[in-house]
């Protein structure tokens, strides 16, 4: 948005394109995903100014850096999804210092805020019906979507556990007061939530989380797990899988193999007898979901592998860094994208994840607590191969 049509729009009353709000509190994520929705179709920029009263005049709210930030996140705290393209920034319009949140409308409505479909027509913001919903999925710019929200050819519905849909997915990707208007069909809302294509077959994401047989249209969309005696590949394998099912079944069987392989030797001395785990469980399970979630599913027959040495741990994603993250600025703090999106909505739906972008942090972190060395990454076109080494 230039700098002439931002002082326009915020002299103007509210409507499809502007909202006002007097602080940062005063729901500004149902405000972003009213824009990104875009009901009224304008495929034009929808504006956020915090800071600006209803009359137009100012709250006297003091803009600074940390707000900017705490606005920026809110793109990715996991509450709105999937993922709005927004920008954050400050601007003195007419005197009034203000934060100014540009949102572009989504190629892929509906965009939800925990599980709610916010729209704005004129200056009504309100929770979307089944209709207006309906509305919004036949929007989609489908050419532009990515991979996981594509089509698997010649699947069908039959293809997909739909009592799982049902009692798993459904109550926790939508608002209880949504499900309780009961008045979308089954087709209607998995079309809502990017599970089916236009034509009416399941999407990438439909078959990787409730498929009833994922790797017959997706062979690589497993784990393989070896546990090796020894440094090297060539040293005797004492364990070996190939986690197959759903993402969900996948992640739950690596979580409890990871349990059951950590080493607990006791800690002898003291007054309290204790245990010294040589990896800590959370940053594991933090690298293995990354994995899973940034991996290449398209033209690549590999699987997630998950190789545990007596030194050392290796976790091996297929497919290298993607959008603004690169190979130098990969695993630094606030650099994220997603080659995934619609599998990332699902897996925070699922609960596998609670907030985006913090997986190698949360590593970091557990693994500093635990005395272990930080892990390291190798980052090439074609894979990511994350390493972690036994405190013992």
Not at 196 to 222: D, K, Q, S
Request: with cysteine.
């Amino acid at each position: 948005m230039t700098d002439d049509e931002l002082p326009a729009l915020f002299r103007l009353p509210e409507s499809d394109r502007v909202e006002r709000k007097d602080n940062l509190a005063d729901r500004v994520r149902q405000a972003i995903c009213a824009h990104a929705n875009d009901l009224p179709n304008h495929r034009a920029t929808g504006v956020v100014f915090i800071g600006q009263r209803d009359d137009l005049s100012c709250s006297g709210l003091v803009v600074d850096d940390q707000m900017l930030l705490v606005l920026a996140g809110l793109r990715s705290d996991g509450r709105l999804l999937p993922f709005p393209t927004m920008h954050v920034r400050k601007a003195t319009i007419d005197g009034c210092n203000v934060a100014v949140v540009e949102v572009e409308p989504s190629d892929n409505p509906p965009v939800r805020v925990d599980g709610r479909t916010w729209i704005r027509v004129g200056p009504r913001r309100a929770i979307a019906t089944a209709e207006e919903e309906r509305r919004l999925v036949e929007k989609r710019r489908w050419g532009s979507l990515p991979y996981d929200a594509h089509g698997v050819r010649g699947a069908a519905l039959d293809d997909l556990d739909l009592q799982r849909f049902q009692l798993e997915y459904l109550p926790v990707a939508v608002s209880p007061e949504v499900l309780a208007e009961n008045q979308r069909t089954q087709d209607h809302q998995l079309r809502a939530l990017r599970l089916i294509h236009p034509n009416g077959t399941p999407t990438v994401t439909a078959i990787l989380v409730l498929g009833v047989e994922p790797r017959r249209w997706i062979p690589g969309a497993y784990i393989q797990f070896l546990r090796i005696d020894g440094v090297n590949l060539a040293d005797p394998i004492s364990d070996q899988r190939e986690l197959a099912g759903t993402l969900a079944d996948q992640l739950r069987r690596i979580d409890e193999l990871v349990k059951l392989n950590i080493r607990r030797p006791a800690v002898v001395g003291g007054a309290v007898r204790g245990e010294s785990a040589d990896y800590p469980e959370e940053a594991l399970r933090q690298l293995v979901r990354n994995a899973v979630l940034h991996r290449t599913y398209e033209g690549s027959n590999a699987p997630v592998r998950v190789t545990w040495f007596m030194d050392r741990i290796e976790i091996q994603s297929p497919g290298g860094p993607y959008g603004q993250v690169t190979k130098t600025s990969f695993g630094t703090p606030g650099v994220a994208d997603y080659r995934n999106p619609t599998i990332a909505e699902a897996l925070k739906s699922l609960g596998f994840i609670e907030r985006f972008g913090v997986g190698i942090p949360i590593a970091r972190e557990r693994l500093r607590a635990n005395g272990n060395p930080p892990p390291e990454f190798t980052v090439e076109d074609a894979h990511v191969l994350a390493t972690v080494r036994s405190r013992l």
